[in-house]
């Protein structure tokens, strides 16, 4: 008994995860709502509903529209390395102008404005009066509602029919039990090309090798591909108790929120840092050649790994990122009032004095036949940055597989899918006195299925979007003729204010942001991805 009691408070005096001083900069929201009472010879520390609903809200704007200091100097930092590929410049740069306009308030940094997380510990002398799970709702739905944000959640009505939730609702929302006096909270708005890239390898003992363990990951790592808009913060995570703490673990550390953690393990089986392999880690990264997007060696601004004991029978491997809408926000309520993080609202500070937009980008008119368009890209080598001009349609998932109904009926397809490029994307809320609403590209790969059968049909012959894209496209682009074009992921607030001219849409309204839209764009960057050779930057 003497040993059993004698563990136990070895285990309560130190955690799993011991975090350390949190040195985080907070700004003052509020002190309404907050007030000490006594009760039973306790002091708790009492919080109106109102006040956690208020902070929740003020938590998803900030966070929508800004970003960290430390993730703009991250940024900032790939400007001034000489050894950055001219495609990692450019694509810095358009993610640093995208920040500027971004925290001006009108336009969220990406048009997915993600699913909200709130992680929650909440101190034992804490009380709230009410259901925390709708009162936090509460003010997620407040920010959706009254932000230009996009509605992302889809609430199955049977296992195939779904509807737009239209709040944003429901939010995943965790609250742990802790000691102490304070309420403290992580918000996470996590897009869905960011949180697919999130990843779980069942493997066994025998990965625990110096040399086998880095093979492995590195392969893995470069399955992530740039359909989550890199530059990427990524995280893995060894071990854990259960794959459900291996990958909550993955979550918090690519937020950053386990940085503080010890560097070595412990008898007692602590969760600790493994700086040494990160920066193996963030080596095989620079030299994988991907980069920001579009080739260099920008793929990661940085890897947090983070080792968790184990069952000897099991070794979990989670790996995850945090995409450049890298948004996330703590915030505490304590006794002093509600605080949340620092975001920078000084981006400007950050873009160079000098201005390199003269780099070699070719003009690209759109408003030809699409076979005309087509001949002058195929004088272009495969990464050649084009920026285009003109009409282009935007369609993506639903209205693809409409396309493939009308297909499979023997329907003609309609001219606007034949007639011009097609940019894979759905936009956020329009900002009043503009002509569109952040509008960055959604991920290509899902549109995948669908290329060969419209190009055959003449349909398509031009896309656009982010990411990889499979070898069926690289074949069919080959067979007919075809292109993709890779545009900037993470800037689409850049495209909204100040690419795209006019947004009109011209069919299916009903699948709302996932209408057809006719969109006139001007001086749109992008970059050749798939050519009309066989030719795939991303082979
Ligand atoms: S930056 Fe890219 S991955 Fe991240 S939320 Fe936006 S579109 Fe998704």
């Known amino acids: ?19 350390g001083v949190d040195e985080t900069e907070y700004r003052l929201l509020t002190r309404e709502g907050i007030r000490i009472e006594e009760i039973g010879g306790r002091r708790f520390l009492i919080v109106e509903p109102e006040t956690i ?31 950055a590929s001219e495609n990692d410049l450019f694509v810095a740069r358009e993610l640093l102008k995208n920040a500027v306009i971004s925290a001006e308030g009108q336009f969220p940094s990406c048009q997915d404005t993600g699913t909200a997380i709130v992680v929650g510990k909440k101190g034992q002398n804490v009380l709230v009066d009410g259901n ?11 920010t959706w509602a009254t932000k230009n944000l996009r509605f992302s959640q889809l609430a199955p009505l049977t296992m195939f029919e779904e509807r737009n939730t239209g709040t944003n609702l429901p939010a995943q929302i965790d609250i742990e039990a802790v000691e102490g006096d304070a309420f403290k909270f992580l918000f996470v708005a996590k897009g869905g090309g960011s949180a697919n890239k999130t990843f779980l390898f069942q493997q066994t003992p025998r990965i625990m090798d110096p040399v086998r363990l880095l093979e492995f990951l590195d392969e893995k790592i470069k ?14 995570v060894i071990g854990g108790l259960t794959v459900e703490q291996t990958m909550k673990t993955v979550k918090m550390a690519s937020c950053r929120a386990y940085d503080n953690l010890p560097s070595t393990g412990s008898p007692e089986g602590r969760a600790f840092r493994d700086h040494e392999l990160e920066e193996k880690i963030h080596a095989l990264t620079v030299s994988n050649g991907i980069g920001a997007q579009f080739g260099g060696k920008y793929f990661c601004h940085d890897v947090r790994v983070i080792r968790l004991p184990r069952h000897g029978a099991s070794v979990p491997i989670g790996m995850g990122v945090s995409c450049s809408a890298d948004r996330q926000i703590k915030a505490k309520i304590t006794s002093e009032g509600a605080f949340l993080e620092q975001l920078e609202t000084d981006v400007a500070q950050f873009l160079p004095s000098i201005d390199f937009e003269d780099r070699e980008a070719v003009r690209i008119d759109l408003n030809r036949s699409v076979a005309d368009i087509c001949k002058d890209l195929s004088k272009l080598e495969i990464k050649t940055p084009v920026l285009l001009s003109g009409t282009v349609i935007v369609a993506r998932d639903m209205v693809h597989a409409e396309m493939s109904k009308l ?9 606007y899918i034949k007639d011009h490029p097609i940019y894979y994307a759905g936009p956020a809320k329009t900002p009043e006195g ?83 839209w006719k969109i006139e764009v001007e001086d749109f960057p992008a970059f050749v991805v798939i050519d009309d050779k066989g030719n795939d930057f991303f082979s």
């Open 407 to 415: 297909l499979a009926q023997g329907k003609p397809l309609p001219d």
């Open 223 to 236: 399955t992530l591909g740039t359909t989550a808009c890199p530059p990427y913060h990524l995280s893995i």
């Open 53 to 83: 609903s208020k902070l929740t809200d003020a938590a998803f704007s900030d966070v929508s529209h800004l970003f960290r200091t430390s993730h703009l100097k991250q940024l900032a930092s790939i400007l001034d390395d000489k050894e």
């Open 132 to 142: 925390l799970e709708a009162i936090i709702s509460d003010g997620v739905e407040r």
């Open 434 to 516: 503009f002509a569109s609403g952040s509008f960055g590209p959604t991920t290509a790969a899902r549109m995948d299925p669908y290329v060969p059968e419209l190009q055959t049909h003449g349909a398509s012959l031009i896309t656009i979007a982010k990411g990889n894209r499979s070898k069926t496209v690289v074949k069919s682009c080959e067979k007919h003729g075809g292109f993709f074009l890779g545009s900037i992921g993470g800037a689409a607030a850049v495209f909204g204010r100040d690419v795209i001219k006019s947004v009109e849409p011209i069919a299916f309204p009903e699948f709302g942001m996932e209408a057809v």
């Open 1 to 19: 008994m003497a040993d059993i009691a004698e563990n136990i408070q070895r285990s309560e005096a130190k955690p799993l995860f011991d975090l």
